[in-house]
């Protein structure tokens, strides 16, 4: 049993990814590194797919190009919209025996819809969300959460693995995707926290210096705080590379999630209505530390 299923796992070389963006290119790379062939979809910016292309990628112009050159295919996207969009529209040129592996920030709801949905065509959905940044994806040390059936999961862990440090299963498909819920709302409410509470130091004369030196003595200190607040005491308010958009997207998923669980998470509402005033006031695009950039901070509480 075993041997049938490594020996599935070597014939499973044909790679698709969708998606090729900030974090998607990093893990597209290192699945080709870990030799695997690889086709991507045209993506908006060109940069990461003429890359991977000179490495030795093939590019696809439609999904019905790629699904027909891939066994297994990734997705990196932005939303459970996109994704669901995508799943249309590759569904009817999919094939029985193939796996998607979605590295979306996604709705569990929405992931389980999609496993029910293709399972009747004998496709497998794995959901395998993905914690740290673009450099850590860039070096194959990315963190996977994945949600998936052992067996499918035996089958995907190889490839998975080509891009990350850590691969945990946290059960069938749709627990990554609740797990990954759990991880963004720690990370982007203590990003709220944080640029509220420096916001508030900046305006009453505190010095973020010492104000960092003291936080990081003691239980505040975090990796978000690391990305945020370290940079930014060198004028770089880049360091924490997510998007105010994501954010907010990420904290709705969340709240969704847990009211369907018959739970009225009232913490969550400030931390919301934070990240809508910023997306309102056009700051979407930007970096969830860029809140700390005294220009941004200025417009967000004139």
Same mark, same amino acid.
């Given at each position: ?5 490594? #020996? ?9 990814? =969708? ?16 030799? !695997? ?16 292309? *000179? ?9 019905? #190009?790629?699904?027909?050159?891939? $066994?297994?295919? &990734? ?10 969009? =995508? ?36 496709? $497998? &959905? ?49 627990? *990554? ?6 991880? !963004? ?5 203590? *990003? ?7 916001? =508030?130091?900046?305006?009453?004369? =505190? ?17 978000? &705080?690391? +990305? ?13 590379? &997510? ?5 907010? +997207? ?22 919301? $209505? ?20 005294? #220009?941004?901070?200025? +417009?967000?509480?004139?």
């Amino acid at each position: 049993m075993i041997d049938r299923e490594l #020996e599935r796992v070597r014939v499973m070389t044909k790679v698709g990814f =969708v998606g090729v963006g900030l974090m998607g290119h990093g893990m597209a790379k290192n699945l080709m590194k870990a030799g !695997n062939d690889l086709t991507v979809i045209a993506h908006r910016n060109r940069a990461p797919v003429d890359d991977l292309v *000179g490495l030795g990628a093939m590019e696809s112009q439609t999904l019905a #190009e790629l699904s027909a050159a891939s $066994d297994v295919i &990734f997705f990196c996207l932005s939303d459970s919209s996109v994704v669901e969009a =995508v799943v249309a529209e590759l569904k009817p040129d999919l094939r029985a025996g193939q796996i998607i592996v979605d590295a979306t920030t996604a709705r569990p709801q929405s992931t389980a819809a999609l496993q029910e949905e293709l399972k009747e065509r004998g496709v $497998d &959905f794995v959901d395998a969300p993905i914690t740290a940044n673009p450099e850590k994806a860039e070096l194959g040390q990315l963190t996977s959460l994945v949600g998936a059936a052992d067996e499918v999961f035996r089958q995907v862990e190889p490839l998975i693995q080509s891009y990350s440090a850590t691969v945990l299963h946290f059960g069938p498909t749709g627990m *990554g995707h609740t797990a990954k819920l759990m991880n !963004n709302f720690v990370t982007q409410a203590t *990003g709220q926290l944080l640029a509220l509470s420096y916001s =508030v130091a900046r305006q009453a004369g =505190v010095d973020w210096t010492k104000l960092h030196a003291a936080m990081s003595g003691g239980a505040a200190k975090s990796g978000t &705080f690391e +990305k945020m607040i370290t940079p930014a005491l060198e004028g770089d308010y880049r360091g924490h590379e &997510f998007t105010l958009a994501n954010s907010w +997207k990420d904290i709705r998923y969340f709240a969704e999630f847990a009211e369907s669980l018959g739970r009225k998470p009232t913490l969550v509402e400030g931390v919301l $209505d934070s990240l809508e005033a910023v997306n309102d006031a056009g700051f979407g695009d930007r970096y969830v530390s860029e809140m700390l950039d005294p #220009e941004v901070d200025a +417009k967000l509480n004139a």
